[in-house]
């Protein structure tokens, strides 16, 4: 074997900024808008969520933004994080591809999540910020964000998607480990879920709800705000040193990519592995194919509108431009919950738009198969979300081995299953169910979408 | 900080051979003795049990055994591993002292049992055996089997303690995903299974009882072998890479350790790391006090009696001189599985005869509540077998604090604890306890060891 399994950076070696790919975009994105006028939104409409440090590079138009000395000692807890090449599941396919994947399992809450978490807490601490309030739905962001409050002082208050809440107690412990708050959502804390567990005291939830209880909260406070994990420029700004990692390590041994496939739920994922070679592409560096993975059963891309839609269900968020399946949406239980979300980053949109990437879906039973491949070969076992990416790897491997192809095939492993087991369980036992997109329920949510006058 | 946080060596430094701690003992270990006869063991009394090569490592003495190429190939999944330095924790102590942790928790299976178990299937694999039976308690030993099961092609049958077959799915789904059959313990599957339902069908098991099942379907079928996860030399053997390692990442910034801390359940964790640095220790290249930490309720060094005992409650393994607690003891239900053993491996006994180590124990409280502090600093949620090295660590640090003493203290943080989360949330909720030892338990176990004429 001439490549290493593992190719790993030094510590000396970790990128010191983020890459915002906004600044090489031959048109800027849409701006968001304010919710009652309509106008673009200004940095006032977010100061009650988010820290002014946030803002401005949600707003940013510079290439590069410095990562502060004391997010890149965190970072340094699991970073550079290693890529791996997939010999063994190279073997099993009998395909003539060379297969990579960045794995992003090896950080504290098991997942990429951290590495905006991490640099979200540290600006809310720099500006005198008490507490942080989120939504989770299976809990990865949200014990994302309870470790890096942990790290700097910060308190942390979750509302976690009911049906997530009741079902996987165990993520809620990871939360509590690290100091982190756990409400189930809808709660009897704000008045919006007070008013929906008055409809349905069984109410199951859904991360647009929980995403209006923790805004509520937090514009309350002056103390107190918000931290989104998914889906806003900086997010993705953040874990764009996933892909500006994996650009180093594929140098190193000499390769570029083909092909890059990257699951998509909120975006944050994908954009952090894609934006960095996106970059290299329209400079002219390399060509790869770069395509979304999405689930059929939630197929925001494939299926949504591009349209301003709210971030939320009880539309308190600025209206964004992307590709939307409604905020009223509220997806069949796919098992990758993490992939439930109605809207798409708007960013990533709009790359989608100038046809800069992409898109495909994958129902949920292919998925659970590839990452049976993958586990048994590579060992490690994949988080519901990134099977989607894994099996639209392990597709374009067996296409090369009909072709005869050696393409070169990168994909990000965004986080292990350990707390994901019961989903195998189901699969083990041939209980998984491809889940359809329910037209009726989409057509619903997309009535609800408002008009804009453009 | 001079340090960095995460000490990495590339995989071109991977060690190749295990190092043998037998060859550089003052005096050799005791012999195993055979069950019937008392005589000591030969290589046949083995042979039902172990494939040769694996027979020949357990009696050997030579110093240095080579890791099979196809072994490192599966080692380069997830080796060399981590050593950490703990600036974060030191820092939340407040302490002088330097602590170093070596990390086990990125093998696929989540600790160091995969160290032992893909040489083991490979050996086995080698010598035309088809499938391999073995025990397990909380399941990380049988998880690891699986795996290396799945990458060699054999079949893997696991006979898991009822308790906690019941108490803990999600372990067991993971065995299956990596291919592996599982039984709860007793199973109606063995004769001895069978009698032990009969006369209780809620039986909780124990780990001498799943040995037993184990073996008995081993034996019973010439392409059929037994696996242990621990105790035995040659398990301790494979385990020694983890301490080559350390010793190698510990030179790359020029520290020797002062005190080196393990958790010592079977052993193997501990040998691995101790055994390496032991070999210089005795070689005067350094001098580090080297201490055994086990728990208050299985104290089988500081409580137990060092005489000639079962491996398992049956009665069908070879008669090892170890410490025990009586093959027949059942330790408190403690949420540390892996230390739940009533015997020590024979090399750490001989060790600790010889006053080469030392040994404590501690309390499952303090050891969350150090696991607590760890979480929350390094970001790593430990299992709670590592607990017990991590808070004799923190004794440690704290203990600088008072003298003012910069000691290096080094620890194996050998397992994370992302399918033990339902301990976390007992002690979170203030429900944990700290189990006493049962004299009468001790008294009653002990009584049923062979008397062996010297």
Redesign the interface.
């Known amino acids: ?1 001439s490549t ?3 190719i ?1 950076l ?2 000396s070696e970790i990128p010191t900024r983020w890459y915002n790919v906004v600044a090489d975009l031959p048109e800027p994105p849409p701006p968001p808008l304010h919710p009652g006028t309509h106008q673009p939104a200004t940095g006032d409409d977010f100061a009650a969520l988010f820290p002014k440090a946030l803002i401005e590079q949600e707003m940013s138009a510079e290439r590069y933004i410095d990562i502060p000395g004391d997010v890149l ?1 965190v970072y ?3 970073r550079p994080s290693p890529l ?1 090449r997939a ?2 599941l190279e073997k099993l396919l009998d395909t003539p591809a060379r297969i990579y994947y960045k794995y992003e399992g ?3 809450a ?1 997942s990429h999540k951290p590495n905006t978490a991490v640099p979200q807490v540290w600006y809310n601490a720099q500006e005198g910020i008490r507490k942080l309030t989120t939504e989770t739905g299976a809990g990865q962001w949200g014990s994302s964000l309870a ?1 890096a409050c ?2 700097f002082g910060l308190e942390c208050e979750i509302w976690q998607v009911a049906a997530s809440y009741r079902a996987k ?2 993520r809620r ?2 939360m ?4 982190g708050q756990v409400h189930p959502s809808p709660s009897d804390v704000t008045d919006y879920g007070k008013q929906l567990l008055a409809q349905d005291p069984d109410h199951p939830g859904s991360l647009g709800i929980a995403i209006s209880e923790a805004v509520a909260e937090a514009v309350e406070d002056p103390t107190i705000r918000y931290a989104l994990g998914s889906v806003l420029n900086h997010v993705l700004l953040h874990q764009t040193i996933i892909g500006e990692e994996a650009l180093l390590q594929l140098a190193k041994v000499d390769e570029t990519p083909d092909i890059l496939v990257g699951c998509t739920g909120g975006g944050s994922n994908f954009g952090g592995l894609a934006f960095p070679f996106l970059r290299e592409k329209l400079a002219g560096n390399m060509n790869p194919t770069i395509r979304c993975v999405e689930p059929a059963a939630c197929p925001t891309l494939t299926q949504g509108e591009y349209r301003y839609d709210f971030g939320d269900t009880a539309g308190l968020t600025p209206l964004m431009k992307m590709h939307t399946l409604g905020a009223s949406f509220i997806p069949e239980p796919i098992h990758a919950g993490g992939l439930r979300y109605h809207g798409m980053a708007p960013l990533v949109s709009h790359i989608y738009e100038l046809d800069l990437v992409e898109a495909i879906s994958i129902p949920q039973t292919e998925c659970f198969k590839g990452a ?1 491949q993958f ?7 994949p988080a519901p979300e990134p099977t989607h990416a894994i099996a639209a790897a392990i597709r374009e491997a067996l296409a090369c081995k009909q072709s005869g192809e050696e393409r070169v095939i990168l994909t990000a492993l965004c986080g ?1 299953g ?2 994901d ?2 989903s ?2 189901t699969f ?1 036992a041939g209980e998984m169910q491809d889940l359809e997109l329910s037209e009726t329920t989409l057509r619903e949510a997309m009535q609800n979408v408002p008009i804009i006058e453009s």
Chains 1, 2 share one sequence.
Do not use: C
């Open positions: 074997m290493p399994t593992k790993n030094d510590e000692d340094r807890l699991w791996f010999h063994r090896v950080s504290p098991g470790f942990a790290q107690p165990y412990t990871m509590e480990i690290w100091g049976l586990a048994r070969s590579e060992g490690i076992v292990h350990h707390l087991l019961a195998y369980a083990l």
